[in-house]
């Protein structure tokens, strides 16, 4: 789904042809054009009381609000109080007393836990649910009223929240106009209509916080596993709750912001050891701060008794009740009934440690009555969710003692109406909407408002605020180096890495094919306090490119391709028809040469408007090009034109494999990297428990949005062009064998060298075949990349000069590479300080 896009970094990542380099940039799919995005700082004063300013009037158009109808339960207004203990499905605590870090395991059950195990539907919804009561699936016909729904403040403030609820790709758009504005989602959910089509409805506020995370639903099992991945990377989860698949399995909605030092853990109340694990959390000091309900469909069994069966019985036979009369063989039937479950997150250390109150599994009636009760102590409800089971509705909430807060709860199906009651006041926002399904089959939205704003995460601070930035040099670096030359390369490491916030960085440096220098700054993983050494891997995304390139040219020299030969239609085409048989080749496709791709010339497939490696994480990539040759067309003729794209050298990639037999990695391992000595370089794998031995963690990109760096194509899709995984030492070894100069033998021959150097006109003569050429005022080769998590760059100077450097966080902006740049520009502008030529710490 659209918006489950915006933070999804393995669908989102763009790169930008900007200045002829290989970075990228944030796309969000579904959005108004920039020129629309423009339109929203034109604001008017005239008519902007009760309808949509411009900024939102780009978006959808006016649209006239559901008419209401009765409610359930008429709207109570409530205010804060205090709190006590008393029943099940009821926490109350006194405040928190923190205590050291616990890592947050996740309990299973007998019986329970199989309900979260299968993998997802593919008749599920993927899509994110933030603060969702339930994807409650009814039976039978949802009548609700399908007219978008947008609710703001008035002029000039009406950037600061939205409430929104409507069929899906309209919200996906007023939420996306939020997000650009610096809105964060503080509650979302949805539910089916009369048609089966999805209905969303939403709240973001706009504030200032720590970078967040979104995924797609996880499963019982993904959970755990990013519940323990992301504690690592200093990422709290904040936001938890349930959903059925469709087919009677659990999938969870959740929402990470980076709260450094922050533990949690997560609970499922009603569950044979949940009072246990309470009574645990509340000894070790967290706190109980989200708690959701929904329903999972399970089916209710009865004893069908057959006549003995034959034996040996078959596999799908073996399935026996214990209520089975002797001598007969019995099956398991009945009908699938809706049945409630609950979730929680209990954290420490948290923003405040007032006395609080929690209730699940009571009835909304009940809930409202409790709510009355304990607004008259000076509570205030900083959660309120309801949820559907069968004909009941129940409720989950959170009560803090906040004396002179208030809040409100307003039950309808008029957004408009319940924000009327509450214009008056700027303060007073909504803070969670939720959803039932009444007895008529009406959707009736449930939207918790007040003037509290809860769990509203700062900022963390910069990772070296009053902190020194810990070095490790390799043995050798200092010994050719002054104190004062020493001085000079950290404090201009430092200074790149205060100023951006950069947790860890390593940098190499070789002269004539020497390596002098290499050194590793900051932190390898911050939460553990690990340095970063100078052996440390990075990912360098785009700077594969070269490498890609250098394995094509090793097949042109085996002379098993030709630069100018055809990749796709004729006899003689690395391909021929093999892409075209189902849908005949479009327009351009049959004039593509091996040289176009190595080039950017291609015509087409750019990395701005939805760069095509991205696409369909699970297709192969024989799968993925049919696809993009079927569903984008080439927009230039082949040659005529500089288009950076990714997808070109995935085609690369596995030219590279139909012509060798192996697999990309495979062959590019064998014929390069072992031929270098850096036999422990690989294709980067997605996920952090699948790291590599010397690999560093990578943090959340420093651009308003959070990209999860373990969000990861597989590495077939990733590697020929941005997959790889190297240190700057290991860099520079393989630039040592491809750089033309005579100190060490080339892997490749001197008509190749000279080949892949050819400025091609399209690029302004600013790139060759895999290697970008005089920019950035670096007068040799260069190419820099980015992934989530990681930026890196390679500089070859025609001095003999050479450089790595590489990064454990990315930025998408251009500025950030010229600033990386300018780190290498000081260094090189100093290059006569490796004059002797005995010392090559390669050795």
Not at 126 to 154: M, R, Y
Not at 678 to 685: G, I, N, S, W
């Amino acid at each position: 789904m659209p918006f489950s896009l915006l933070v999804s970094a393995a669908q989102l990542f763009q790169h930008s042809s900007a200045s002829n380099m290989a970075i990228d940039s944030l796309c969000l799919p579904d959005l108004p054009s920039p020129a629309k995005f423009k339109q929203f700082d034109k604001f008017s004063a005239n008519s902007l009381t009760d309808t949509h300013p411009p900024i939102w009037q780009t978006v959808f158009p006016m649209v006239k609000p559901p008419q209401e109808s009765t409610p359930l339960q008429t709207s109570h207004r409530l205010a804060g109080t205090k709190f006590r203990r008393h029943s099940s499905g009821h926490i109350s605590a006194p405040p928190s007393t923190p205590s050291g870090p616990i890592l947050a395991p996740c309990y299973e059950t007998d019986g329970f836990s199989r309900a979260y195990s299968a993998p997802l539907s593919k008749q599920s919804p993927k899509f994110p649910i933030v603060g969702n009561a339930v994807a409650h699936k009814v039976t039978g016909p949802v009548t609700t009223n399908l007219a978008l729904q947008v609710i703001h403040p008035s002029f000039p403030h009406e950037k600061d929240w939205v409430l929104t609820a409507g069929n899906e790709s309209a919200v996906d758009n007023v939420l996306a106009v939020s997000l650009a504005y610096g809105g964060r989602l503080v509650s979302m959910g949805f539910f089916y209509d009369t048609y089966g089509d999805i209905q969303y409805y939403a709240v973001m506020h706009r504030f200032v916080g720590p970078v967040f995370l979104k995924p797609n639903p996880l499963t019982f099992a993904e959970l755990l596993k990013m519940g323990q991945e992301n504690e690592e990377l200093d990422l709290a989860l904040t936001q938890l709750c349930g959903q059925d698949d469709g087919d009677g399995k659990a999938l969870f909605s959740t929402y990470w912001e980076k709260i450094p030092g922050v533990n949690f853990r997560i609970w499922f109340p009603g569950t044979a050891e949940a009072d246990v694990q309470k009574n645990l959390f509340e000894n070790e000091g967290y706190r109980l701060t989200s708690i959701c309900g929904y329903t999972i469909k399970v089916i209710q069994p009865s004893i069908d008794h057959k006549k003995p069966p034959v034996y040996p019985l078959k596999k799908e036979q073996r399935r026996h009740s214990s209520s089975c009369l002797p001598g007969f063989h019995c099956s398991l039937t009945g009908s699938f009934e809706n049945e409630a479950r609950y979730v929680g997150v209990w954290q420490k250390p948290v923003p405040r440690t007032v006395p609080y109150e929690a209730h699940y599994g009571i009835s909304l009636r009940e809930c409202l009555n409790l709510d009355a009760k304990l607004t008259a102590k000076s509570y205030v409800a900083t959660q309120f969710r309801v949820f559907s089971v069968g004909n009941e509705v129940i409720c989950c909430a959170i009560w803090e003692y906040f004396p002179g807060r208030k809040h409100f709860i307003e039950i309808g199906e008029n957004l408009r109406q319940m924000h009327r009651k509450h214009v008056a006041s700027r303060s007073r926002l909504p803070r969670q909407i939720s959803h039932y399904i009444d007895l008529t089959n009406r959707v009736k939205y449930v939207v918790l408002w007040s003037n509290l704003n809860s769990f509203r995460y700062p900022n963390p601070a910069d990772i070296w605020a009053d902190k020194t930035i810990p070095v490790n040099y390799l043995p050798g670096t200092r010994d050719q180096l002054q104190p004062a030359q020493l001085r000079f390369i950290a404090k201009r490491v430092e200074r790149f890495m205060r100023e951006l916030d950069i947790p860890g960085l390593s940098v190499a440096i070789s002269r004539n094919e020497q390596l002098k220098f290499a050194a590793g700054f900051g932190y390898s993983n911050i939460r553990r306090k690990e340095t970063v050494t100078p052996h440390h891997q990075f990912r360098i995304g785009s700077v594969s490119k070269p490498i890609t390139a250098a394995a094509v040219m090793l097949l042109v020299e085996q002379r098993r391709i030709r630069l100018d030969q055809h990749v796709f239609g004729s006899q003689d085409s690395v391909f021929g028809h093999e892409f075209g048989r189902s849908h005949p080749y479009g327009k351009y496709l049959t004039e593509i040469t091996i040289r176009n791709l190595l080039e950017h010339t291609s015509g087409g497939w750019n990395n701005i408007d939805s760069d095509p490696a991205w696409l369909e994480p699970d297709l192969t990539t024989p799968q993925l090009i049919e696809l993009v040759l079927e569903k984008q067309p080439l927009i230039v003729k082949p040659g005529k034109a500089w288009i950076y794209s990714n997808f070109g050298y995935q085609l690369l990639g596995y030219i590279i494999e139909r012509i060798s037999g192996m697999t990309y990695e495979q062959f590019v391992k064998k014929h390069i990297w072992d031929k270098v000595n850096a036999p422990e370089t690989q294709v980067a794998r997605p996920s952090l428990s699948e790291r590599a031995r010397r690999e560093v963690l990578y943090y959340m990109s420093g651009n308003k949005l959070g990209f999860n760096p373990y969000e990861m194509l597989p590495p077939e899709r990733t590697g020929p062009w941005g997959g790889w995984i190297a240190s700057p030492i290991e860099m520079l070894r393989i630039m040592a064998h491809l750089d033309g100069f005579h100190q060490k033998p080339d892997l490749l021959n001197e008509k190749s060298l000279k080949e892949w150097i050819v400025p091609t006109a399209a690029s302004n003569e600013t790139y060759g075949l895999g290697w970008s050429l005089n920019i950035m005022g670096f007068n040799g080769w260069q190419h820099d990349g980015r992934m989530p998590g990681s930026a890196a760059m390679l500089v070859r100077l025609d001095s003999g000069l050479e450089m790595a450097v590489v990064v454990n966080k990315e930025y998408s902006e251009r500025d950030f590479f010229h600033e990386l740049g300018y780190i290498l520009h000081h260094i090189g502008n100093n290059c006569d300080w490796w004059k002797d030529t005995r010392i090559d710490l390669f050795q």
